[in-house]
């Protein structure tokens, strides 16, 4: 089994590119997560899911649009990016009776 | 609002030397909490959690940590450092009225000097 597995790794962006940072699970997990680090702040959430079809904001959310077609899948997409969204994104999944989240590698994006 | 906080952002310890760090939370009910460990340049990995029952709770690598209630704290410790616990640790309630979401500290530092 992968387990959590996003791409892509690192990515670079101009100001006003859009692109799809992709999280894709096996655990058959109903719940996913997009979190993001930055210095000094730990880890924010920015949207989550709580299956198929249902998503929900977290702390962060602006500037960032997801959807949940399957349980396997649960992209994270940005339509205009900003500076301010250079950060290390996670995806994170985990069980309904258990909030032991699994978390993803990570993506780094740097946005010039 | 529930938060968490790790008062010490960076931390140096010697190599066999022990260690512990602080967690502290607001939360208006029981918590569940984790710490979770990062070496650099990679994803997060459970250490232990608290759902409910014995207040120690023992992990893996060596750590454990403790719940009190009546300080809201979840700190961390273990007995003997190595060298290759050098990595960023972070605490987290997570918040079963909603779904199991985690609020995150914002993480120590671990520096492990021979």
């Known amino acids: 089994n992968a387990g959590v597995t996003q791409t892509p790794k690192f990515q670079v962006l101009k100001t006003g590119q859009s692109m799809t940072l992709q999280c894709a699970q096996d655990m058959n997990h109903e719940y996913m997560s997009w979190y993001r680090q930055d210095p000094g702040m730990g880890l924010r959430l920015i949207h989550y899911s709580v299956g198929a079809g249902i998503t929900d904001q977290g702390e962060v959310p602006n500037g960032y649009n997801v959807s949940r077609s399957t349980t396997e899948d649960f992209p994270l997409r940005l339509l205009s990016a900003a500076p301010s969204q250079t950060s290390v994104y996670f995806c994170?999944?985990?069980?309904?009776?258990?909030?032991?989240?699994?978390f993803g590698p990570g993506t780094r994006l740097t946005v010039t | 609002a529930q938060s968490v906080t790790q008062p010490d952002i960076h931390i140096t310890v010697s190599e066999g030397a022990s260690l512990e760090l602080r967690c502290n939370y607001s939360y208006g009910a029981t918590p569940y909490l984790f710490w979770y460990v990062q070496s650099p340049g990679q994803g997060l990995q459970l250490l232990l959690k608290y759902f409910s029952g014995d207040t120690l709770v023992q992990g893996i690598k060596g750590f454990e940590a403790e719940f009190k209630r009546s300080q809201s704290s979840f700190n961390l410790r273990k007995p003997s450092v190595h060298w290759s616990d050098a990595a960023e640790y972070f605490c987290a309630v997570g918040l079963y009225n909603q779904g199991g979401k985690l609020i995150f500290g914002q993480g120590t530092e671990l520096s492990v000097k021979p």
């Open positions: 994170a999944t985990h069980e309904g009776s258990s909030y032991e989240q699994y």
